[in-house]
């Protein structure tokens, strides 16, 4: 019971300083398969391992940063590049959408609401809305000006 004790406060230290399940289930000398059924069956040994997780991921995030700020203050052109795309919004890459196109089922669809609308004289309050979102989502094209 000792040994397992043992392994258990082992693996949680572990996860501590690398949040890998593999790597400390392999140090430790058992499966994973047994850590996971401890984690089902003890729930003080799946609070520390759910804690030992967090730190060491919080851990490696800060180890990543700091890298990631080196590289910055080193002029490194991908490092720059990757703060400046996840933090500014000037930066950022501006998110397109690919829209399938209509199947007959969805043009079929598309044209019954048409016909609905139109055969009701839907006041504009009602109407703009739909036409709008079908538009952005592509299944109607945008007039163009010419």
Not at 108 to 113: A, H, P, V
Request: net charge positive; charged share 35%.
């Amino acid at each position: 019971m000792a040994r397992t004790s043992d392994e258990r406060n082992k693996i949680i230290r572990l996860l501590a300083d690398n949040p890998n399940i593999e790597h400390a289930c392999k140090s430790v000398g058992i499966a994973r398969a047994t850590h996971y059924r401890w984690m089902e069956s003890n729930v003080d040994y799946r609070r520390g391992v759910n804690r030992a997780l967090k730190d060491g991921r919080e851990r490696w995030i800060e180890v990543a940063e700091a890298a990631l700020m080196k590289g910055v203050k080193n002029e490194k052109l991908r490092a720059i590049q990757f703060f400046l795309t996840h933090n500014d919004p000037r930066y950022m890459p501006k998110r397109s959408r690919f829209v399938e196109p209509l199947t007959e089922i969805e043009r079929r669809d598309y044209e019954r609401l048409k016909a609905h609308v139109d055969r009701n004289k839907l006041p504009p309050h009602i109407v703009e809305p739909i036409m709008n979102a079908l538009k952005n989502y592509g299944i109607i094209r945008k007039e163009t000006k010419k």
